[in-house]
């Protein structure tokens, strides 16, 4: 397991601007996710953070909004860009290990998530 | 493409009562599954994982889940429930494929009442 840390915890913010949340993990981890979970909605991928390269964004999420960094393989920062009342959400990150096997089953440990109000 | 879908958002049961939370999965190649609970204002915790073994799954805090193929589904039940069950629940589906890319249902939220 892992302990995942995210700053901040809760923030309220002015429309146009931007936030940046980061996710600081207790032991090096091969896989790095950000989901966002809005209110009242599951949970749905962001994208991947890969370590020293671009990461990998699913459909419907741009670089330009939702910049993202993985400098380590124990540390992630997402930006929120030119925020706006959609963007009220709870940004989650999440960790993982290595392929699927005996050892290492796929799941994710997730932190205790960031929450964000755009007025 | 893979997809989860919980039936219920809202599950209302008595202290002691069975709890059932349905989850059916719909994935091209063996699906890996898993459920999580969120308790109020916390991260997304694991109860338990289907990841191609025993059918029949056992996760923390007395719930357990059951894998049909048949009917592609990956029901959570536990057979008394305690207050501090209330909480919502997740069912997520994964392909080996894509490992990491969870797919979530819409989640079911659990009362318990005295």
């Known amino acids: 397991s892992a302990v995942i840390s995210q700053k901040p915890s809760r923030d309220i913010c002015q429309r146009g601007t931007s936030l940046t949340i980061q996710c600081q993990v207790d032991?090096?981890?091969?896989?790095m996710f950000w989901y966002r979970q809005q209110p009242g909605q599951s949970l749905t991928l962001i994208a991947t953070?890969?370590?020293?390269?671009?990461?990998?964004?699913e459909s419907g999420f741009v670089i330009d909004k939702f910049p993202i960094s993985r400098p380590n393989l124990t540390f992630s920062t997402l930006t929120v860009s030119n925020m706006s009342p959609e963007d009220s959400s709870i940004y989650l990150c999440?960790?993982?290990?290595?392929?699927?096997?005996?050892?290492?089953?796929?799941?994710?440990?997730f932190g205790e998530g960031s929450r964000l109000t755009v007025l | 493409a893979q997809s989860v879908t919980q039936l219920g958002s809202h599950v209302s049961v008595s202290e002691g009562a069975l709890v059932l939370l349905r989850c059916n999965y719909s994935?091209?190649?063996?699906?890996?599954l898993f459920w999580y609970v969120q308790y109020p204002n916390q991260g997304l915790q694991l109860l338990l994982k289907?990841?191609?073994?025993?059918?029949l799954v056992k996760g923390i805090n007395g719930f357990e889940a059951e894998f049909k193929k048949s009917e592609t589904s990956f029901h959570l039940t536990k057979p008394s429930a305690h207050m501090s069950d209330a909480a919502e629940y997740f069912c997520?589906?994964?392909?080996?494929?894509?490992?990491?890319?969870?797919?979530f249902g819409q989640g079911t939220i659990l009362t318990v009442h005295p």
């Open positions: 999440s960790v993982g290990w290595g392929d699927f096997d005996i050892a290492n089953t796929g799941e994710l440990f």
């Open positions: 032991s090096q981890v091969t896989m």
């Open positions: 953070a890969n370590q020293g390269s671009e990461a990998t964004y």
């Open positions: 994935s091209s190649v063996p699906p890996y």
């Open positions: 289907y990841t191609s073994a025993a059918t």
């Open positions: 997520a589906v994964s392909e080996g494929t894509s490992y990491g890319k969870l797919t």
